[in-house]
């Protein structure tokens, strides 16, 4: 006999009453509109057409009335626009892309890896162990002073990185939104690592002549999630200014940061972090609703700084031999958790269905009141997005956000396939993972897109896009020539 099956007839019945609640509760308003309106329709059914004429007539206005009433709805609909936040659009983004010269196969970073640490053999080991487990690819870039041996991270290749990196992205921003540099009211650049002075928001004013009254913020030290952070601000600013136009530049510079010591804790980042760049063009102008790719419904942000494992869990330090890099806490995964976790009790409620958050709500009363071994029920985010773009950190990130958020292989295949193939791009990985989905031909008129990324301090921050037009496929951007390619299988182990 064979073994017992799954009732499946059971199961079939169970997703469809799970579907019908659904439909019941976030429908509720108009469902209960329907016996009130079918009540009225009976009623006037009944007085026939004659009476209803007779009401109709009978209502008399006089001219003050009349005025009074228009007045009233004037100035209602004023107040009401007036006090409605500005619509904030993404007109569009591009990404930049590494060169070819600048291409970092496992064989060549070991290698070096092997000449730069050849006194300290189990480091060398350390870092192949992390490679062959940590999702990239063999393209990924770094830029050209971490190519020589020994690495030359000085100042001057430092600035030659970042106007590579920012101004090929501004250039490309350009070209495919027609913008002028003279069009820009608000200028925002965020990189953790490297601030030089005069800064890089300073450098780019400069390089492209831009007004003498632009506003321009040069964020650092606030990790991989600073592209949320400068896209809140940019959203802030908006507000305040009419028919504005606001770029935002989101990098980060490897070449000052590449350690060359033995602490394991300070080399993962050698092991992950490469080149990258993504440049925004957001506006509040009305006429660009009709162009835009995206418009943006919320933002959330989540700071764990005042907990001291938090705070410390990436952090920038010397070694014994006084040697600068950033140390990554054992306990990274755990307080990145912790953090998410608050961050989607917040957005939760802007953003699910009433059916999950009543089911949410009776849970937690019951845990409360009944049985708190009741299992805690998460809320089914699929519902409210149909794309993610969680930052591409690194496998574990990917890893325990797709197990917590309960989402499919598809969900997390943007993320997955920008760190094979770019790698942990800090805080522009979100934008090349949209892209991504872009260039697959999934993003439709209406998706909603939620982006989750996690920096030092420790913060987890989101922002939710609504696809404001279909994205029409090929997208021109960093995957124009690989997207055919993709995705691909990504082992657990890549033997080296």
Not at 35 to 59: E, N, Q
Not at 188 to 196: A, D, M, Q
Not at 441 to 464: E, H, L, P, T, Y
Request: charged letters at 20%; one cysteine or more.
């Amino acid at each position: 006999m064979p073994e017992n099956l799954p009732d499946f007839s059971s199961s079939v019945k169970l997703k469809y009453v799970k579907l019908g609640y659904q439909y019941l509760i976030n429908h509720i308003l108009l469902l209960s509109l329907i016996p009130i309106a079918s009540a009225v329709a009976v009623h006037l059914l009944k007085r026939g057409p004659d009476a209803i004429l007779k009401t109709i007539t009978s209502i008399h206005l006089d001219v003050v009335q009349t005025t009074c009433f228009v007045f009233v709805i004037v100035f209602v609909s004023t107040i009401y626009f007036m006090s409605k936040p500005r619509s904030i659009y993404l007109v569009d983004y591009t990404c930049y892309k590494p060169p070819i010269t600048c291409r970092v196969p496992f064989s060549t970073f070991m290698e070096h890896s092997r000449l730069i640490l050849k006194d300290n053999p189990k480091s060398v080991e350390f870092q192949m162990r992390i490679l062959e487990r940590s999702g990239l690819g063999e393209e990924t870039s770094l830029p050209p002073s971490i190519h020589y041996i020994p690495p030359k991270p000085n100042m001057e290749a430092a600035r030659g990185e970042a106007e590579a990196v920012i101004f090929s992205a501004i250039d490309n921003l350009f070209a495919k939104t027609g913008l002028k540099p003279k069009d820009i009211d608000v200028l925002i650049v965020n990189c953790s690592l490297f601030s030089p002075t005069p800064s890089l928001s300073a450098m780019v004013v400069n390089k492209y002549k831009l007004r003498s009254n632009i506003k321009s913020y040069n964020l650092s030290g606030m990790g991989c999630s600073a592209g949320i952070i400068a896209i809140d601000l940019a959203r802030d600013l908006l507000q305040v200014l009419p028919n504005a136009n606001a770029v935002v530049i989101s990098t980060e510079i490897i070449t000052p940061n590449y350690y060359q010591g033995n602490e394991r804790a300070m080399l993962l980042p050698n092991c992950l972090f490469r080149m990258g760049a993504a440049a925004l063009l957001l506006s509040n102008k009305h006429r660009e609703r009709s162009r835009a790719k995206y418009k943006l419904v919320h933002v959330v942000r989540t700071h764990k700084g005042s907990d001291d494992r938090a705070y410390s869990c990436v952090y920038e330090q010397e070694d014994p031999q006084g040697l600068v890099g950033i140390n990554l806490s054992k306990d990274l995964m755990v307080i990145a958790a912790e953090a998410l976790k608050s961050n989607i009790t917040t957005m939760g409620p802007l953003v699910l269905p009433a059916s999950e958050q009543l089911l949410f709500l009776f849970t937690l009363i019951g845990r409360k009141i009944f049985n708190p071994k009741w299992k805690p029920y998460i809320p089914d985010f699929k519902l409210a997005f149909e794309h993610f773009c969680i930052h591409a950190g690194g496998r574990a990130v990917i890893d325990e956000l797709q197990k917590n958020l309960q989402l499919s292989a598809e969900h997390v295949e943007a993320s997955r396939m920008t760190l094979h193939r770019f790698g942990n791009t800090s805080s522009s990985s979100l934008w090349y993972e949209m892209s991504y989905i872009e260039s697959k031909g999934r993003m439709k008129k209406g998706d909603r897109v939620w982006q989750i990324a996690f920096g030092s301090g420790f913060k987890c921050n989101s922002a939710v896009w609504k696809c404001n037009r279909n994205i029409k496929t090929p997208v021109p951007g960093p995957w124009e020539d690989c997207i055919d390619r993709y995705p691909v299988h990504i082992p657990e182990v890549v033997k080296l």
